[in-house]
């Protein structure tokens, strides 16, 4: 069976910040970074831009990867733009008459989209609640307003939305993380706010979007892997200014907070470093084994220091 040759693979972006797909290029085994491509998707042919040339073979598609059709000519980028053009319009026809359909208080209608020649046009929308929406008459009126394209409803989720809308991050930040780099939206879970020590208020963890913030995945394994090599909380460990319970950890400092008691004064909440600690529990495992009597030279000829211990337990 002939294989597709890995140099001959390509990742294509359809909008500037935008998930990568992956063509077969044998057709075209020259082509380069940067260069405009049509490809055939499961929602016909669309214009995109070369964003990799592979060099490690990806996973292999169920039924394979679709072929790079030919380069982009200067004609269809002056048709992509044209028709970008009228997007806008087209979104605001599709929001009065949803209104209209009285369709305004199930959907919100995010955005319209047109493929490079016009023959596909999406209206991407979303809903608050679960529920499936009919939107049948909307569509079909769609298609009467746009007779020369090919009508779809398209639903997208919280954070596809955030992403489209773009502003401000609920951090402060002048441009939103999935608005500015991120391709891909990873799951998120309250594991990792608490991993990382975050206040699992709403405010401290939930995006523009309503959802948990996509920043929660940035660092989480690099905590994973810091806390792996810190004592854990309420550990007693001992520390260069004596015997405590570890109260707070500080991962990517690699720093542990110690609560130390000393008789007479108030408890003291002192930070160490790893390599000052030593575990408490092993080192009072290794006095508990020093002190107790010899079980292996009973018949004398003891060298091991224990040999007196098991003397003195002997009855009298």
Same mark, same amino acid.
């Given at each position: 069976m002939q294989t597709t040759d890995i140099k001959n693979i390509i990742g294509v972006r359809f909008t500037p910040i935008g998930k990568i797909y992956h063509f077969d290029s044998s057709a075209l085994p020259d082509l380069q970074k940067g260069e405009h491509v049509i490809v055939e998707t499961s929602r016909g042919k669309h214009l995109g831009e070369i964003v990799q040339i592979l060099e490690e073979a990806p996973p292999k598609p169920e039924g394979?990867?679709?072929?790079?059709?030919?380069?982009?000519?200067?004609?269809?980028?002056?048709?992509?733009?044209?028709?970008?053009?009228?997007?806008?319009?087209?979104?605001?026809? +599709?929001?009065?008459?949803?209104?209209?359909?009285?369709?305004?208080?199930?959907?919100?209608?995010?955005?319209?989209?047109?493929?490079y020649d016009g023959s596909r046009l999406a209206f991407l929308y979303s809903t608050e609640k679960e529920e499936k929406v009919d939107l049948k008459s909307?569509?079909?009126?769609?298609?009467?307003?746009?007779?020369?394209?090919?009508?779809?409803?398209?639903?997208?989720?919280?954070?596809?939305?955030?992403?489209?809308?773009?502003?401000?991050?609920? +951090?402060g930040i002048e441009t939103r993380c999935c608005s500015k780099f991120l391709t891909d939206f990873s799951p998120v879970s309250i594991k990792m706010a608490k991993e990382q020590g975050i206040t699992l208020t709403p405010d401290e963890i939930t995006g523009m979007c309503g959802r948990l913030r996509?920043?929660?995945?940035? !660092?989480y394994e690099q905590y994973v892997e810091a806390r792996k090599q810190l004592p854990k909380r309420n550990k007693r460990v001992i520390?260069?200014?004596?015997?405590?319970?570890?109260?707070?950890?500080?991962?990517?400092?690699?720093?542990?907070?110690?609560?130390?008691?000393? !008789?007479?004064?108030?408890?003291?909440?002192?930070?160490?470093?790893? !390599?000052?600690?030593?575990?408490?529990?092993?080192? !009072?495992?290794?006095?508990?084994?020093?002190?107790?009597?010899?079980?292996?030279?009973?018949?004398?000829? +003891?060298?091991c220091g224990k040999a007196s211990h098991k003397k003195n337990d002997k009855p009298n």
């Open positions: 394979g990867w679709k072929s790079v059709e030919r380069r982009a000519t200067p004609r269809d980028l002056l048709l992509q733009q044209t028709w970008r053009n009228k997007q806008t319009e087209a979104m605001i026809n +599709c929001r009065a008459r949803a209104s209209e359909l009285g369709l305004l208080s199930k959907i919100k209608v995010v955005s319209a989209e047109y493929n909307l569509k079909k009126d769609m298609a009467d307003m746009h007779s020369a394209a090919y009508i779809e409803m398209r639903q997208i989720g919280p954070r596809d939305v955030a992403k489209i809308l773009g502003g401000m991050g609920a +951090c996509c920043c929660l995945v940035y !660092e520390t260069p200014k004596g015997e405590g319970k570890v109260v707070d950890v500080i991962p990517l400092s690699d720093k542990v907070v110690v609560r130390i008691e000393i !008789e007479g004064e108030r408890p003291q909440h002192l930070t160490f470093m790893r !390599e000052e600690l030593q575990p408490w529990d092993e080192l !009072e495992a290794l006095r508990r084994k020093s002190q107790a009597p010899c079980d292996r030279h009973e018949n004398g000829g +003891c060298t």
